[in-house]
């Protein structure tokens, strides 16, 4: 039996442990797409889950050389959501790290980071270029229409400003990581 759930998940980390647990409760992923994950039933913990971003989106020859890796050892790829892969081992198998080294852990952070860190310049760039375009056309014309990009372009400001806050607990694990790195070398 299928079960579909609806829900938004900012934060990778906290989306992995909930499907851990949906996982706990005998619900297997079966397929994702946004904000809308569809279980099957199985028995109680038979999977463990993990989710990763890729360098590359999913069809490209790397990340696809890396799938086939991870297959050949026992992990299956459930879906992919943009450069968003969600993977899934038999709990029966033993643990399941992707990264299981600093360097690597270290890497993968980044990787996020740089991703909120694109998402967050896009929107402030777009917001602003809407402010000026709004208050360019406001200061010649006086027409209503120009608000809508103020208001548009104030929205898309305040949304960079979101990424940015959402962004940082990714940027703390870096330097935290960063550092732990430094005392073992």
Known sequence: MK???RKLIWDYEKEEKWLNEMSAKGMALSELSWCKYVFTETPNNEYTYR?????????HP???KYLKFLEENGIDCVSTY??????RKKSVEGPFDIYTDLESRIKHYKRINRLWKSVMWL????GLFNVMIGVINYSFSSQNLSMINVIMGGMLILLGFAFLILGAPI???IKKLQLENLIIE
């Open 123 to 126: 929107e402030l760039i777009l």
């Open 3 to 5: 079960h579909v759930v």
């Open 82 to 87: 943009m450069r968003w892969v969600y993977l």
């Open 62 to 64: 790397d990340s696809i």
């Open 171 to 173: 940027r703390k694990k």
């Open 51 to 59: 989710i990763e971003l890729l360098d590359n989106l999913p069809d």
